[in-house]
């Protein structure tokens, strides 16, 4: 038993012996790949579909190189070798097509509205009635929050021209893209009132150009009341006295900011003046403009009918002696005013 566990041992050690020689003669007759390609390389890569000559074949070297080189580039480290210069096609691939450039996307530019300085506004107010916040309206102007702001003042407000205008008028045109809840959010209204207002059913009503009423809150409208000025009960008293010179018996009817009953701008009038609800205005035809005096900011007292009217609106050409008086957005009130002769005075 000790003479054949020698025997094993030494046979083991034997083989473990011959085997590093092989290894070790192995490693010293292979040469290792160059990966660099210097400018002056005159090694010859034949093209993919040129078949090969006799005397430009490549030797065994250069083929093995080759192969390994193919493999490093596409399996092994194919981001490694983005960028690195390769005289010829791989797989018939030129270097140009393997890592083509993506150009960079354009992003938009956002597009802000503006919007004039009013008399009693300030930053909280502007950022309320917008539906925006305070901080982001601050920063966009670069101001404080404690900031006062002049009368006359342009600030930039984040969001479109046209919904600002929204916002001031009540009047929206439909874009591209709108439906009924992202127009409710952009608002701040409720869906359904806006539904109703409109008289929408399903989406379908909703399409671009279309001009939309937004049926704000009486908050919304205390607001905005700098663009929509009342006489004082002073002020009233001392026109009341100045009442009596001119008077004239006309037709009256009555007339809503809604598209039906005037245009796509149903809250801009005449002499681009700004109509907006619980404001006292009449508009009155043709002839009453230039025949009787009655322009544009007259102060006018209805016979029936309390208060102070202004003239801020022309009626069509073909009315005569007739005035329509300004109901905002109550169709009900306009319709059970209907049609009345009355007397105004000047």
Request: hydrophobic content about 35%; proline content about 7%; glycine content about 6%.
């Amino acid at each position: 038993m000790g003479k054949r566990a020698l025997q094993s041992k030494w046979m083991i050690g034997v083989t473990v012996f011959l085997m590093l020689i092989m290894f070790w003669t192995i490693r010293n007759n292979q040469k290792p790949p160059n990966h660099s390609f210097p400018e002056n390389n005159n090694t010859y890569f034949p093209p993919a579909n040129e078949e090969p000559k006799p005397g430009n074949q490549p030797n065994s070297y250069e083929k093995r190189s080759d192969h390994v080189l193919d493999r490093y580039v596409n399996i092994e480290s194919p981001l490694r070798y983005k960028g690195t210069a390769y005289p010829g096609n791989i797989n018939g691939i030129s270097p140009e097509n393997l890592y083509p450039t993506v150009e960079p996307k354009e992003v938009p530019e956002k597009k802000y509205g503006s919007y004039k300085v009013r008399n009693g506004d300030t930053l909280s107010k502007i950022a309320l009635m917008f539906n925006i916040e305070l901080k982001r309206l601050a920063e966009l102007n670069k101001l404080e929050k404690k900031d006062t702001i002049k009368v006359g003042q342009v600030l930039k407000i984040p969001r479109p021209q046209d919904v600002v205008d929204a916002f001031l008028t009540g009047a929206y045109e439909v874009k591209e893209g709108d439906t009924l809840i992202a127009l409710s959010n952009t608002f701040k209204v409720d869906p359904k009132r806006l539904a109703e207002e409109n008289n929408i059913i399903n989406s379908a009503d909703i399409y671009p150009g279309r001009i939309m009423i937004i049926p704000f809150s009486k908050e919304h409208h205390i607001l905005t009341r700098p663009i929509c000025p009342t006489p004082s009960t002073s002020k009233q008293s001392r026109f009341f006295k100045r009442v009596g010179k001119h008077k004239l018996r006309v037709i009256a009817t009555a007339y809503t900011s809604h598209p039906h009953q005037t245009d796509t701008t149903p809250f801009l009038a005449a002499w681009n003046n700004r109509l907006c609800p619980g404001m006292k205005v009449i508009a009155v035809s043709r002839d009453l403009i230039y025949r009787y005096g009655l322009r544009n900011g007259t102060k006018v007292h209805i016979s029936g009918l309390r208060g102070t009217y202004r003239v801020r609106d022309k009626m069509n050409k073909r009315y005569e002696r007739r005035i329509d008086i300004y109901m905002g957005m109550n169709k009900q009130k306009a319709l059970r005013w209907g049609r009345r002769s009355v007397v105004i005075y000047w």
